[in-house]
């Protein structure tokens, strides 16, 4: 942590950057001295991190307001980013929901996947191949300790989480041929904006963004997995040694008992 910025460059872009994870990311990357181009849906808050971190710490720091889940995003944030150097790209911004799939609004679960998975698939696809050009890099997925099984109530939410753990996980191996490091980060229930989104409880050992981003920033270059928290990864080995019926019906009690049970008659 102590050689971020000197090991990998001189932009940091981060997605969800006006709250929660995202925040704490830019915090922490602002501290180091990276410059930041943070990418949101709320320009208000977004201006209002970027003038306090631009401020403090004495660095650029661009804020970018835009939908990732929209058509063709990427072409309206080329011309913010092709001249920068993004050292490290953090695909963070995500959006939940919970409740019976099948009492589901269609549109907005169809959304979530274009957030969750397409969105970071595109953006890691232009921002690696500049990486590539000067050999340096890193790339954070944020994934989630529901990753690691199915998951009832969660069941959309889960699979988008699967897609960012297999995604940056082979990229961890295709990549680091070129010194590019890629990590997939996995918190359980963490106090942020997200839970209320998603309408969900943190569950009974919460953890707290700046966990997450220590979690994240110690494990960079070392590993292509890590989970945040001692009872998530206990979660997440469980499901290793279990027979898949069992998992499923264990999760799908803890769920249906620690989450809004919003959309079941």
């Known amino acids: 942590m102590k050689y971020i910025k000197t090991k990998y460059g001189s932009y940091a872009l981060i997605t969800g950057a006006s709250s929660g994870i995202g925040e704490e990311f830019a915090r922490r990357l602002a501290s180091e001295k990276y410059n930041l181009i943070l990418v949101a849906r709320r320009l208000e808050r977004l201006e209002k991190l970027a003038a306090e971190l631009s401020s403090a710490n004495g660095i650029d720091v661009i804020p970018v ?16 980013i092709e001249k920068k150097e993004i ?5 963070n911004a995500g959006v939940g929901s919970t409740g019976e799939f099948i009492n589901a609004d269609s549109d907005y679960e169809t959304k979530m996947v274009k957030l969750n998975c397409v969105a970071p698939t595109i953006l890691t696809h232009y921002v690696s191949r500049k990486m590539i050009e000067r ?5 954070i997925f944020l994934g989630s300790v529901v990753a690691f099984q199915p998951t009832p109530y969660m ?3 889960a699979a988008t989480k699967v897609f960012n753990q297999f995604l940056g996980n082979a ?3 295709e990549l680091k041929k070129y010194n ?33 981003v220590d ?14 928290g001692f009872f998530n990864k206990l979660i997440s080995i469980s ?3 279990t027979s898949k019926k069992f998992i499923i019906s264990a999760s799908g009690k803890i769920t249906d008992k620690l989450y809004s049970k919003k959309g079941k008659s």
Do not use: C, H
């Open 65 to 80: 307001q835009l939908d990732l889940s929209e058509e063709n995003f990427i072409e309206n944030l080329k011309p913010i």
């Open 87 to 91: 050292g490290i790209l953090v695909n």
């Open 135 to 139: 050999k340096n890099g890193a790339i």
């Open 155 to 157: 069941a959309t939410y």
């Open 171 to 173: 990229l961890w191996w």
């Open 180 to 212: 590019i490091d890629v990590l997939v980060v996995n918190p359980g229930g963490t106090e942020t904006e997200f839970q209320r989104i998603a309408d969900a409880a943190t569950g009974p050992v919460p953890r707290m963004p700046k966990n997450v």
């Open 215 to 228: 979690t994240a920033l110690n494990a960079l270059g070392k590993k292509p997995n890590v989970v945040d």
């Open 239 to 241: 499901s290793r040694f």
